[in-house]
């Protein structure tokens, strides 16, 4: 088996592949599958307020019975909690619906016009030990340039949307400049990739599944990928791919497959972020 876990600025090791919930139904189903994707072997839950999710995920955590010292719990901040007070607001909010001490990695979930204010909060959170690290999600470079400006702590993480038809060299390299880690939210392209004839070649090549293969692509590029899904047996395979390596010529190939495509079609308020 390859190395499963990497570190990031901080020295925090963080795993190389993680587990979404988002649309994972009420409590009780989320409970079940974060209590099942644990027991399979993911280390790393993704979530954040805006999923409410939150205390579906804490009860799975509480029933699966791994140790929660093993675990890696990321969740994130929503549009409307921006601002100092409002951000240790919302944030105690999530510690108390997830039921636990502490939270691995807290995010901002979309750039505002508050983030230096809310980053703030961010890294006094960071400081108290309430959180073992800090990020953010969907930022692009000049977002990151502006946050520099006034921070003290950069961010440790950037989740952004990427895939082979959204793959994100610039911002992947300008990350590695800057010590940040970047988390793919939908990786799989919510399953528009299954049907590329490239993908469907390789994975007979590497006798796995295509996700298998793409996730196994973002982990060679140095990004963590965080797949979603509700069946168990694809739950089993998306952590099924630490036993392989992808060519780099492949790797070559899966990158020419971008057309700058975005899966998401949510997209946050336009009164609370900033998009230029």
Request: charged share 25%.
């Amino acid at each position: 088996m390859g190395k499963q876990f990497t570190n990031l600025s901080n020295g925090v090791k963080i795993p190389l592949v993680g587990f979404g919930t988002y649309k994972s139904g009420n409590d009780e189903d989320t409970s079940e599958i974060v209590k099942n994707a644990l027991e399979i072997g993911y280390r790393m839950i993704d979530t954040a307020s805006f999923y409410g999710n939150e205390k579906g995920i804490g009860k799975g955590i509480k029933e699966s019975k791994i140790d929660r010292e093993e675990m890696f719990l990321v969740t994130k901040l929503w549009n409307e909690d921006h601002g100092y007070d409002s951000t240790i607001k919302a944030f105690n909010k999530s510690l108390k619906n997830l039921d636990v001490d502490y939270i691995d990695l807290y995010l901002i979930h979309w750039p505002n016009k508050l983030n230096a204010e809310t980053w703030k909060a961010f890294e006094y959170l960071y400081s108290i030990g309430k959180v073992k690290a800090i990020g953010v999600c969907n930022f692009k470079t000049n977002h990151l340039e502006e946050l520099k400006k006034s921070v003290t702590i950069m961010p440790m993480v950037n989740q952004v949307e990427m895939h082979p038809f959204s793959v994100k060299n610039e911002m992947i390299s300008y990350c590695k400049e800057h010590d940040i880690q970047v988390i793919a939210w939908s990786p799989i392209s919510r399953g528009r990739i299954f049907s590329n004839d490239l993908m469907i070649k390789l994975a007979e090549k590497y006798n796995k599944t295509i996700a298998q293969v793409v996730l196994r692509w973002h982990i060679q590029k140095g990004v963590i990928p965080i797949p979603k899904s509700s069946n168990e047996n694809r739950i089993k395979e998306n952590i099924g791919i630490f036993d392989f390596e992808i060519s780099t010529e492949d790797i070559i190939k899966i990158d020419l497959l971008n057309e700058g495509y975005d899966v998401s079609v949510s997209k946050p308020p336009m009164n609370t972020t900033y998009n230029d």
